[in-house]
Nanobody
């Protein structure tokens, strides 16, 4: 299994931006789909976005389309989530994860997870 470490969370005002990073180590990612999920207090973990590490194809949840952009830097073994026009409802702990299921949006199909990074959005 790969090891994942998120960073970049913090406090931002509504309408602001944050860029999350996920550093990956310990494995070959060629066949992996990498994803971002989030979990707010009292809510289930929900899919945010996914990217095929090898192909670069992307998939977004409706909540982030047009505002979020997922990308990866193969040379740095790092995945990113650029979040723009943040809303209070985007506040959550954001997790990066790795799956061998192509472009999955289902948390159960991801078998490697980071520790999470907190995103707080003030109104």
């Amino acid at each position: 299994q790969v090891q994942l470490v998120e960073s970049g969370g913090g406090l931002v005002q509504a309408g602001g931006s944050l860029k999350l990073s996920c550093a990956v180590s310990g494995g070959t990612l060629r066949s992996y789909t990498m994803g971002w999920f989030r979990q707010a207090p009292g809510k289930e973990r929900e899919f945010v976005a996914a990217i095929s590490w090898s192909l670069g194809s992307t998939n977004y949840a409706a909540s982030g389309k047009g505002r979020f952009n997922i990308s990866r830097d193969k040379a740095k073994n790092t995945m990113y989530l650029q979040m723009n026009n943040l809303k209070p409802e985007d506040a959550a702990v954001y997790y990066c994860a790795a799956s061998t299921n192509y472009m999955s949006g289902v948390a159960l199909t991801y078998n490697s997870w980071g520790q999470g990074t907190q995103v707080t959005v003030s109104s």
